[in-house]
């Protein structure tokens, strides 16, 4: 063996014992900082650890962590002594210089002299290139790993990007959100006054009634006091002639007058027959009989009087009953004949600006005709004029050729050439644009005479004018380089096809110039005749897949949509079978796009192409009912729509190529099937029977995301987590229609079954939740689905805000629902009243619970939070009104508190308006759960059958409920106790779910 180098000799001068102590010293430092994988090539090497060490040292299952393994080799090198220690030294000088430093108190060096001799100079070498090896190789990992980062970071900040931008237009529709609230609360504001202002009127017109009807009783008592006046009078008459007679008659008598001597005889006789009258016994008996019966039929008398005069008090108070009856009729009849007047206002207002509205339609109507008109006619004419440019330059090329050939030809054979040239020239060739006009060669200008010079220097002058402009100018000068880059960048950049016929123009004219070849590919006319074409199949056929022929030879225009992004184009065409012409895809969530286009249809000719998002259709200009916005509408809504159109159509369309592409990524990656994507709530329970169908429960969220699976009339859903907005199992469900027929026989046959099969209490799982829906206060956005498919057959006369529904009211299998999830304690409100307000009392006493409070407000505090829309529930009190707000709840909320509600149901929405959404929780009540609470009830002062009655109102009320709620069955719960724990458990478990409210009413 060759001499090795000797170590260095202040390692190798201490002995064992000290070279471990020096080591042990700093074990602490050198398990945490050392890598044994990188020491052990080393060791191996140097003869002091061998393969099953170095196997025990980094494999074993016994250490779990580096510093074991670190502390192991240690050990094991503890056991080779001093050569161990010299080996393992050295190592840290290669791996490790600031803890062999620390350890020996020198300074590491590289040079090999100062090794010990415990490895040859090959094998170090080969230790030293492994090391580095290993080094390399970290590095390599070490700057893949920083790539990739980096590349993290770059999409992190473009995701930072994307949300910014989201936040900025969410911040944008918040500030919109804004303004119309406080329109809307002008409005309201407004509304109250002019209530206010209706109810002065109304307390108005009822004092002047009452002070009428004050004045008609009024008047009727002075005319009966007029009445007892006059016969007053009668009576003061009657007496008054009296007492003049006596007084006359006295007079008479005093002053002397004795009566005749005749009346004084006759007097006299009289008296004495009187005197002598004698009547017998019978007579008397007669007469006291007589002077019996007079009394007794006076009595009779008397008493009929008396019933006379009860009746005539009666009649008299039945006719004061009549007559204010009548009153009130007369006064009812006055105000429904002041209505009917303010009626018939109102319609003649209503008519004469319907009749204004129809008159300014028309005039509309005539002046786009007129405008329409005019149009055609000034394009014919331009295109007239165009055609006759081309002509002329047809006939200027031709005698520049013609001048050229006569400048180049020797001067004894122009007319031989002359001559041989015309045989070669065919009918007039397709007109197409190359360099003709101008070409701005000074040698070429040299053959022209005056005249045409004029007309190259006008036309020049124009097209330098022009030069900026579209390029849809009105000059015939060619379009220009910037003009064309324009319409190559701007308009037609999602036209894959727009430049097919490129290769073809250039074959036309060999002389031109590159730049003018690439500028007149794309053309907005073309002349044709049908002679015009070549008959060799080897002519070049510069005919462009975006130019179509016209049979007549006339000039064919050929404008295509303009296409700006971001920007709403209306395009007119004759739309017959619009669905042949094109096919679409898309939804609710994405938008409706053109994904193919027939080859030659008006489509196709009007440049619609796929990636162009449909906006709105027109299928009748002239029926306002026919036009309908397909932005948040479903694609079988859609589809459904534009079946119907089979005549001339407008469609207003704009530029997403974006969300096409994105929109088709997705479908190709099969991450979706369509662009729909919604959640409903499910009103009715269906059976999964065939194979890939969801069997759904009454009261189901389900999360949309295909209207048209498959090109079949069925939805595909998934079922959404209650406790989150995640997607479990999936399957199909019947479409809005379908669900619709299923829902009318599921009613049909619960209306067969007998009471007690139907009875919802303790009974089977709920079937049906009966909802009915008006169209016509649907949001267009909110309710895409809530219609029924097209009739193919014909279109009908559909109603003004349902497009394609023959009525207005509908039941609705499902309803669209929204998310929230609060992130404080929500209200709670139990259901029966009656059970709330018994578990409320034992709620109220443990922690986390509160009874909502009631604020006494004065009459100033309520109008303002009246105005405000703050109050939830109110009851009268005296100088005010004790009131719930939405402070209030608001206040316990923030202090981690369910606030206990004592309200009804139909309270619930303008809680979901105040963005509060309480847990409502339903006690089912029957017989035998009531007697469970009938000593709780006695507290109360209610019976058990006045909490069945309740029971049952408020549960037909759940139905119209705009959210879920929770029920717990009556056998769940013996005692109040038990039915405390189990509403807790109910009201934890619904504050860990996720909110879902209706977003519309219904």
Not at 181 to 207: P, Q, T, W
């Amino acid at each position: 063996m060759a001499d090795l180098p000797r170590p260095d000799s202040a390692l190798t001068a201490l002995d064992e014992e000290m070279l471990w102590e020096m080591t042990d010293s700093q074990r602490c430092k050198i398990v945490h900082s050392v890598c044994p994988s990188r020491l052990t090539p080393y060791l191996r090497q140097a003869r002091v650890l061998g393969q099953l060490d170095e196997e025990e040292v980094l494999h074993s299952p016994r250490f779990t962590n580096t510093a074991m393994r670190v502390g192991h080799l240690l050990d094991l090198l503890r056991t080779r002594g001093k050569n161990g220690a010299i080996a393992f030294l050295e190592s840290l000088k290669f791996h490790n210089p600031d803890v062999y430093t620390l350890v020996t108190g020198l300074q590491p060096d590289v040079d090999f002299s100062t090794f010990s001799g415990l490895m040859e100079m090959s094998k170090l070498t080969e230790c030293l290139a492994g090391a580095i090896g290993s080094l390399q190789e970290e590095l390599s990992q070490e700057k893949g790993q920083k790539e990739a980062l980096a590349q993290q970071c770059r999409r992190l900040q473009e995701r930072l990007g994307r949300a910014e931008a989201h936040a900025e237009g969410l911040r944008q529709l918040e500030a919109e959100h804004g303004r119309m609230k406080r329109e809307v609360s002008a409005h309201f504001h407004e509304v109250l006054k002019l209530k206010d202002e209706m109810l002065g009127l109304s307390l108005h017109y009822s004092n002047a009634l009452q002070e009428k009807e004050l004045a008609a009783t009024r008047c009727r008592g002075l005319q009966e006091e007029l009445y007892l006046m006059k016969q007053e009078l009668q009576r003061e008459r009657l007496s008054a002639s009296c007492e003049r007679e006596f007084r006359e008659r006295s007079l008479q008598m005093a002053g002397g007058q004795e009566p005749g001597a005749e009346e004084l005889s006759r007097l006299k006789e009289e008296n004495e027959r009187l005197r002598s009258l004698t009547f017998s016994l019978a007579e008397k008996d007669i007469l006291e009989q007589s002077l019996d019966e007079a009394l007794e039929s006076k009595q009779e008398l008397v008493d009929r009087i008396h019933s006379l005069r009860e009746r005539a008090v009666a009649a008299e108070r039945q006719r004061k009953q009549f007559w204010e009856e009548k009153e009130q009729t007369l006064l009812q009849f006055q105000k429904t004949k002041v209505d009917c007047e303010i009626y018939k206002e109102k319609m003649s207002a209503l008519q004469s600006q319907v009749a204004d509205l129809q008159r300014e339609r028309d005039q509309a109507y005539s002046a786009r005709d007129v405008a329409q008109a005019a149009i055609a006619q000034n394009l014919a004419e331009k295109d007239a004029l165009r055609r006759r440019v081309f002509e002329l330059t047809d006939q200027v090329c031709d005698l520049r050729e013609q001048l050229r050939g006569l400048q180049v030809a020797p001067p004894q054979g122009p007319k031989q050439e002359v001559g041989g040239k015309e045989p070669c020239r065919r009918g007039k060739a397709r007109l197409v644009r190359t360099l003709a006009i101008c070409p701005r060669d000074d040698g070429d200008c040299s053959g022209l005479s005056s005249s045409e010079s004029q007309l190259w220097s006008d036309l020049s002058a124009t097209s330098s004018r022009e030069l900026v402009d579209s390029f849809r100018s009105s000059s015939p000068v060619p379009p220009s380089q910037q003009s064309l880059y324009k319409r190559a960048t701007e308009d037609f950049g999602e036209d894959t096809w727009s430049f097919s016929g490129f290769p073809e123009m250039l074959e036309v004219d060999g002389g031109a110039s590159p730049g003018a070849k690439a500028g007149d590919a794309d053309l907005d006319f073309e002349i044709v005749e049908h002679a015009d074409l070549p008959t060799s199949e080897s002519s070049p056929k510069p005919i462009s897949r975006r130019l179509r022929l016209s049979a007549s030879g006339v000039p064919v225009r050929r404008r295509p949509a303009r296409k700006v992004p971001s920007q709403v184009t209306v395009v007119a065409f004759q739309g017959d079978a619009l669905l042949e012409q094109m096919s679409v895809s898309g939804g609710n969530h994405t938008g409706i796009f053109i994904h193919r286009v027939t080859l030659g249809s008006a489509a196709d000719q009007m440049a619609l192409c796929p990636g162009t998002q449909i906006v709105m259709v027109d299928y009748q200009a002239t029926e306002p009912s026919f036009k309908a916005t397909l932005e948040g509408t479903t694609l079988e809504q859609a589809i459904g729509l534009l079946r119907r159109v089979d005549g001339f159509c407008c469609l207003s369309v704009k530029c997403n190529t974006e969300g096409y592409k994105k929109l088709v990524q997705d479908l190709e990656a099969k991450v979706a099937t369509s662009g729909d994507s919604f959640y409903i709530r499910v009103n009715l329970a269906v059976e999964g029977r065939a194979e890939g169908e969801l069997q759904v429960h009454c009261n189901d969220i389900l999360h949309v995301t295909d209207t048209l699976f498959q090109g079949q009339a069925r939805w595909h859903a998934h079922r959404v987590s209650p406790y989150s907005m995640g997607d479990a199992e999936h399957g199909t469900v019947p479409s809005y229609s379908g669900a619709q027929q299923l829902l009318i026989t599921l009613l049909q046959d619960l209306a067969l079954q007998s009471t007690a099969t139907r009875k919802a209490s303790g009974g089977p799982q709920k079937l049906v939740r009966v909802v009915s829906v008006d169209r016509t206060e649907a949001s267009a956005q909110c309710s895409s689905f809530d219609v029924a498919p097209s009739d193919p057959s014909g279109l009908g006369e559909p109603q003004p805000a349902c497009f394609w529904a023959e009525t207005c009211v509908t039941l609705a299998p499902y309803t669209l629902v929204q998310p929230h999830r609060p992130g404080q304690p929500r209200p709670v409100l139990l259901v029966p009243r009656l059970v709330g307000r018994l578990l409320s009392e034992k709620l109220s006493l443990l922690q986390g619970f509160q009874k909502c409070p009631a604020e006494y407000l004065s009459h100033e505090e309520y109008d303002a939070s009246s105005q405000r829309g703050d109050i939830i529930q109110e009851k009268e009190a005296s100088g005010g009104r004790r009131c719930v707000t939405r402070q209030a709840i608001e206040l316990l909320m923030e202090k981690n508190t369910h606030a206990l509600l004592d309200m009804r149901l139909d309270g619930v929405r303008a809680l979901h308006g105040m963005q509060l959404f309480p847990i409502i929780v339903h006690v089912v009540v029957n017989e035998k759960a009531a007697k469970k609470l009938k000593k709780a009830l006695q507290r109360l002062g209610t019976s058990e059958e006045q909490l069945l009655v309740a029971s049952r109102q408020e549960e037909a009320e759940l139905d119209r409920l705009p959210c879920l709620h929770s029920s717990l069955a009556p056998d769940g719960w013996s005692d109040l106790d038990t039915l405390i724990g189990c509403v807790r458990f109910a009201i934890a478990d619904e504050q860990r779910k996720v909110v879902w409210t209706e977003q519309r009413p219904r």
